[in-house]
């Protein structure tokens, strides 16, 4: 299993920075490149959400990235500073400009879960490898 854990500072500049840590972490498998960019779109989605809705945003506030690939499946991982409430789909009205993130997590993921304690919220997507490594 090949895996890398890194952190991020709490800022919307730091999202590039986590979909190139994502595209290094992957650029020498055999991930094929349409669930790679599914990755990146769910990887982008989730630091965002992160920084916007945990306290990972506020001032020298991190967020932590875990990638795991394994010979089934791709994880990827958010661990923010923790939030006043669990992460969830919302159904925005339709001229809302945000809340879309885990809809969109929900529709490209193979499965996705959160695991959160008083201090902190993990976001999970994992994707279903067919022997693509």
């Known amino acids: 299993m090949k895996i890398r854990e890194r952190q991020f500072p709490g800022t919307a500049d730091s999202i ?21 960019q599914d990755a ?23 967020y932590t990235v875990v990638l795991r690939l394994g010979a089934t499946h791709l994880i990827v991982a958010v661990t ?13 009205l339709s001229l809302e400009p945000g809340g879309r993130g885990l809809t969109i997590v929900q529709a ?12 902190r919220c993990t976001v999970v997507a994992e994707f279903a490898l067919r022997g693509t490594q």
């Not at 590039?16 to 790679?36: G, I, K, M, S, Y």
């Open 108 to 119: 490209l993921a193979s499965n996705w879960w959160t695991s959160t304690t008083q201090s």
């Open 16 to 36: 590039p920075q986590t979909r190139e840590c994502l595209r290094q972490f992957l650029a020498p498998t055999r991930v094929p490149l349409v669930l790679q």
């Open 40 to 62: 990146e779109v769910i990887l982008s989605e989730l630091a965002t959400n992160a920084v916007r809705h945990s306290r990972s945003g506020v001032k020298g506030g991190r």
């Open 80 to 92: 923010d500073a923790g939030a006043t409430s669990i992460p969830h789909p919302r159904r925005p």
